[in-house]
């Protein structure tokens, strides 16, 4: 064989492999994303079927499922996950299909609550029915699938996870939930060859604020029922929504932990260095906090070393 046929066979070969699928064990991996109809699930969505992953998108609304079913490598699931039924069927569609579930992003949330003593019951049930138990739910049911195909679960968690504002205990509680339920998770999965990992965005656009608003006015943000105050409040939370940048980096962070050879535990993605900021110095804060009682409490020099320790665990177990 010629050099010039070789190289163009060698280029040949470099193309078809680069539009490839990708695969595992010669077939394609297919990821279910829970809440894939807008903002960080829909761009994940997007971006892997665009790379040639098979996704499983869920969404509750016809019109949502009707947009994603229309994307090339794009099944739609109805799937809402605080009805167990919808789980269940999510399930069996899978199973049916034979392709197998290398990934569950638990994605679905929604934001909401306000100051404690003014905010009612149902509406802080209806946060953690989502925001917990909806990701208890799906990932207790699609975790047989994971475990078959030895594969990952990643949670969409937030930097509210790490701390919170007044009027934030809904949201953020639900968060911190997050970070725990991570924990734990991965330990319980590692033995099983499953990898656990949380993604933590900063403020990235996406629904999840007006739908907030929507909801806490009980109306339709498009009707004519609403008040000028009110259109004045849904307006400027759709304005501030929209100005935040397009979640990109938060879709890289997921596919670092859907596919890398070395996944991490937890992923802060943040759009500027005032919300990493943030969120390192409040983790700081409750470090001194915690160390601030009691007669075991460590020296400033105790705690550099053990900062030391956790920036360099190999050197520290050496």
């Given at each position: 064989m010629s050099t010039f046929v070789r190289c163009i066979a060698t280029a040949?070969?470099?193309?078809a492999l680069s539009v490839s699928p990708p695969t595992q064990a010669g077939e394609q991996k297919s990821i279910l994303i829970t809440g894939a109809s807008t903002g960080i699930g829909r761009n994940l969505a997007e971006t892997l079927a665009a790379e040639g992953y098979h996704v499983y998108a869920g969404a509750r609304k016809d019109a949502d499922l009707k947009e994603l079913d229309a994307i090339e490598n794009v099944t739609a699931v109805r799937l809402d996950v605080t009805k167990q039924d919808d789980v269940d069927a999510s399930?069996?569609?899978?199973?049916?299909?034979?392709?197998?579930?290398?990934?569950?992003?638990n994605n679905a949330g929604v934001g909401g609550g306000a100051a404690v003593i003014d905010t009612p019951i149902e509406d802080q049930t209806f946060v953690y029915r989502v925001n917990v138990e909806g990701v208890y739910r799906?990932?207790?049911?699609?975790?047989?699938?994971?475990i078959e195909s030895k594969g990952r679960i990643a949670t969409t968690g937030s930097i509210a996870g790490?701390?919170?504002?007044?009027?934030?205990?809904?949201y953020?509680?639900?968060?911190?939930?997050?970070?725990?339920?991570?924990?734990?998770?991965a330990g319980e999965m590692e033995p099983l060859g499953v990898h656990v990992s949380v993604i933590e965005p900063g403020n990235y656009k996406s629904n999840i604020r007006r739908t907030r608003i929507?909801?806490?006015?009980?109306?339709?943000?498009?009707?004519?029922?609403?008040?000028?105050?009110?259109?004045?409040?849904y307006q400027a939370t759709a304005e501030?929504?929209?100005?935040?940048?397009?979640?990109?980096e938060v879709t890289e962070a997921f596919k670092h932990a859907l596919f890398s050879e070395k996944p991490l535990l937890r992923y802060v993605v943040v759009p500027n260095a005032d919300e990493q900021r943030w969120t390192i110095g409040t983790k700081m804060t409750e470090l001194v906090q915690l160390n601030q009682w009691g007669p075991y409490s460590y020296s400033r020099d105790e705690l550099v070393k053990m900062l030391d320790e956790a920036l360099n665990p190999q050197e520290a177990s050496d």
């Open positions: 040949l070969l470099a193309i399930v069996a569609l899978i199973r049916e299909k034979g392709t197998g579930l290398w990934g569950l992003v799906t990932t207790q049911a699609f975790a047989p699938l994971i790490t701390g919170s504002w007044p009027g934030g205990s809904a953020s509680g639900s968060k911190h939930w997050i970070e725990a339920f991570t924990d734990a998770l929507a909801r806490t006015l009980g109306v339709d943000p498009a009707s004519d029922d609403l008040t000028d105050e009110q259109k004045q409040q501030r929504e929209l100005s935040y940048k397009e979640p990109d």
